[in-house]
Structures are given as structure tokens and as C-alpha cells.
């Protein structure tokens, strides 16, 4: 017989795995987490999926030996065989081992270490106020369902996280801690092991928002461009009318990747305020062409509020620039004192008519200037955080 199955022999003889192997409580069991990896997240069904790799490491006073008694520097065994603390992950719906056959290296020092990579699926609930530039906390709670607080202690190891971190092509995994808690009201305790991810809003800024910005911006450009104020601005109303249908799409789109919750994330709120933009813009285009429609056919006089707005000077009234011609004898100068007067007319009517245009082509440029500036400045609040 060998000295490692004759050793092997003498510890094994009346160890059972079921006692914990220590006569000093509670038993301290330093974890450590060597690698992680982020493999997705569901956001229908707020659950994270990943790939942990925790390792268990506790002293068992009944596996330890004298190397210079018994020339062993360390015993394979059945990891059946031995004490081990049998941690759950209670915050885990899903939880299965990569290796099936699983064997401990035991020293002389009984210092053991037990642990091997698992795809864990944990739920995970999202705060998504802030989407796409939200970050999340997931939890892991870890419980040893057999021991309370007593008897046997999680304690994060020196170094609890190793430096093999990895998140996915649209999170980013940031720190990562863990810390042992105790229920003082039924006595058990648990490691809650805290994720930090943070989602990388690229392909939604420069997918969604970036496009709504400037489908905005070329809807405000084209509505109030200073142009004829008759049938080009009604073809302007119908691109607000677009350009809305379009931003209905992108919203489509983003909801597609919104958990249905009955909070509005930020992506929603500002694809529904450039949509309110949008549709402001084509109201008071609307309010433009009938308040040019009016005034050309009941030939009013733009008021003074207006004119001095614009630094127009007032047009004259009717009354005022047809010069009373005196009454004459002749029929013919008589016909021809009316004809002057109607030509007055028409040249003051016409006058009026542009200067409405002037007025309102003067209006278009103050709205775009307004709506531009606002709306830039939507945008650039939106994604300041990115």
C-alpha cells in the first residue's frame, strides 16, 4: 500500500461529511469570486445570465497531517467525500455546473479550496428611467441553507475579485463587491454579492436619436423657411405629417428593447417631446397660411404690434392715400380722377399684401431660430450623460 492511500486510510477512518469539521465557531469560509462573465440580459424578463467561476476555501481540522511524519504533499479525493458548505444561490432561478466529475486537492495544512465555473441565471430589476444611459444593479445572494450564522460564516477572500472581468458588446460590467449580512430576526446568514453594469448607449444614440434630431431639424427648416406663404407652406404642414409617422417608427423601434413597465424611459420621453416639436411647428404653420389667407382676401392692414415686431413701418389705409380730387365739371376728367383713385387702390392693396409677406417671412425666421435653439438644446440635454 502506498503512503498516500495508507494516509488517506488513516484521515478518512471515522470522517464523516456530514459534521463540520471544526471545534471553533463559526467556521470561517473565505470565498472568492477568480473570474465573471456577463453573457446577457433579458430585459422582458429582468434576468441576467453569466458565467462565474466562485471558490470556497475553509480549514478542515480533520484532514491534517505531519509531512514529515507521513511524505505526502497533498491527497486527490471525491469532493463527495468531504465537508463542504453547501452554499445556494437563492436569488438564482437557474444554476448548473460545467464539470460533472469533481475532485479536491487536499494539503497537509487542510486548507481546502472547493469551487468550479457555473452559468448562473439571476433575476435582475431594471430601473429604466434613464434608458438607454441607465445603469444596473444586479444582486447575488449566496446562503448556506444547512448552518446559521453560528456556525458557519461567508467572508469575501483578500482580493474577492479577480481580474478576468468581462461584460457583453452592449454592457459593461463596472465594480463588482460582496458582503456578508446576517438576519437578526431568524439568525441565518448570506453573502450579497452586487453587480454594476452599465449599458453602452452607442448604436442608441447614433441609431434613434441622432436621426429623430435631425428629421426634427429638417422638419423645423422646412416649415418655416421664409418662402410663399400659400400652397409651398400646406406642402410643408405634410412634411410635419411625415416626418411624425416617421418618429412613430423609431419609437416602434426603441420599445422593442423597453421592459413594458409603467415607467417612461428618457429615449421615449425625448422621441415623444421632438414629436411634440414637430407637431407645434406644423400648428402654427397652419395658423400662418389661414392668418395670410385672410388677410390677402379681406385685404386687412397688419396691426402695428406686428409691423413694429418686424420693423416694418404701418401701411396707409384706403381712406387716407386717395387724395380727394375735386369736383369737376367735366365727365371726362371726372372718369378719369376715379380711374387714378382705383390704381391708388390696387397699389396700396398690393403694398399691403407685401408687406404681410415681409412680416410673415420675418415670423418664419424668429420661429426657426426658436425651434432650433430649443431643440438643440433637448438634444444635447438627452445626452449629456453618454
Avoid at 511524505?71 to 471525491?78: K, R
Avoid at 409677406?357 to 430649443?374: E, M, S
Wanted: with cysteine.
Amino acid at each position: 500500500m502506498t503512503a498516500t492511500a495508507e494516509l488517506y486510510s488513516t484521515l478518512f477512518n471515522g470522517y464523516s461529511n456530514l459534521s463540520i469539521p471544526t471545534n471553533t465557531f463559526p467556521l470561517v469560509v473565505d470565498v472568492y469570486m477568480h473570474f465573471i462573465y456577463v453573457l446577457s440580459l433579458d430585459e422582458s424578463e429582468e434576468t441576467i445570465k453569466l458565467i462565474t467561476f466562485l471558490n470556497y476555501y475553509w480549514t478542515d481540522g480533520y484532514l491534517q497531517w505531519d509531512v514529515a511524519v507521513d511524505p505526502v504533499n497533498a491527497m486527490v479525493v471525491p469532493a463527495s467525500e468531504l465537508w463542504r458548505p453547501d452554499v445556494v444561490c437563492t436569488s438564482c432561478a437557474e444554476v448548473s455546473g460545467i464539470l460533472d466529475d469533481k475532485r479536491v486537492e487536499v494539503p497537509p495544512s487542510g486548507y481546502i479550496g472547493f469551487g468550479f465555473p457555473e452559468v448562473m441565471i439571476s433575476r435582475c430589476p431594471l430601473n429604466i428611467r434613464a434608458f438607454p444611459f441607465d445603469t444596473q444593479t444586479c444582486q447575488l445572494t449566496l446562503q448556506v441553507m444547512s448552518y446559521d450564522a453560528s456556525q458557519v460564516v461567508l467572508k469575501p477572500g483578500e482580493g474577492f475579485l479577480g481580474e478576468d472581468v468581462r461584460g457583453t458588446t452592449e454592457w459593461d460590467l463596472g465594480n463588482v463587491t460582496a458582503a456578508w449580512r446576517v438576519d437578526s430576526v431568524r439568525g441565518t446568514g448570506y453573502m450579497q454579492i452586487e453587480l454594476v453594469i452599465k449599458r453602452n448607449s452607442t448604436c442608441y444614440v447614433w441609431v434613434l436619436m441622432v436621426p429623430t434630431f435631425i428629421a426634427c431639424n429638417l422638419a423645423v427648416m422646412g416649415t418655416f423657411l421664409p418662402s410663399v406663404n400659400t400652397g409651398t407652406r400646406f406642402s410643408k404642414v405634410l412634411l410635419n405629417v411625415c416626418v411624425l409617422l416617421t418618429m412613430m417608427v423609431l419609437l416602434d423601434i426603441a420599445a422593442q428593447d423597453i421592459p413594458k413597465t409603467s415607467i417612461l424611459p428618457q429615449l421615449a420621453w425625448y422621441i415623444f417631446i421632438e414629436m411634440l416639436i414637430c407637431f407645434i411647428a406644423g400648428l402654427i404653420s397652419i395658423v400662418i397660411l389661414l392668418t395670410h389667407h385672410f388677410a390677402t382676401l379681406f385685404d386687412l392692414t397688419p396691426p402695428s404690434c406686428l409691423t413694429c415686431l418686424v420693423c416694418e413701418a404701418p401701411a396707409k389705409q384706403n381712406d387716407d392715400d386717395v387724395k380727394k380730387e375735386p369736383r369737376s365739371t367735366s365727365a371726362l376728367l371726372s372718369q378719369l380722377g376715379a380711374i387714378r383713385g382705383a390704381i391708388r387702390q390696387r397699389e396700396r392693396s398690393a403694398e399691403r399684401r407685401l408687406q404681410w409677406i415681409r412680416i410673415l417671412d420675418r415670423v418664419d425666421i424668429f420661429l426657426l431660430i426658436i425651434f432650433i435653439v430649443v431643440n438643440s438644446l433637448i438634444f444635447m440635454g438627452s445626452v449629456i450623460k453618454w
